[in-house]
């Protein structure tokens, strides 16, 4: 997709510099220096406080918990 965006002239000339000594399109630049800011920007869809979790430290493992499991008096599938 193409268009237009208001670049001043100090950008531009810092723009132009970039890509002459680095051999890149300026379009692949500005692509990629978009990509980062929104990546960078992006909002989480994570609930705040989600990575805070903390485990319970003396829970058992699930290993632990299956062997309270009664087994079934019949089986639900014959």
Do not use: C
Request: proline share 5%; net charge negative; no cysteine.
């Amino acid at each position: 997709m193409n268009t237009n965006v208001y670049i001043d002239d100090k950008l531009f000339e810092r723009l132009e510099d970039y890509i002459k000594q680095n051999n890149v399109s300026r379009s692949f630049l500005i692509r990629e220096a978009l990509n980062a800011f929104l990546t960078q920007h992006a909002k989480s869809t994570w609930k705040e406080g989600f990575f805070e979790f903390e485990a319970i430290e003396d829970f058992p493992l699930p290993h632990e918990l299956r062997k309270s499991l009664l087994s079934p008096k019949q089986d639900p599938f014959s």
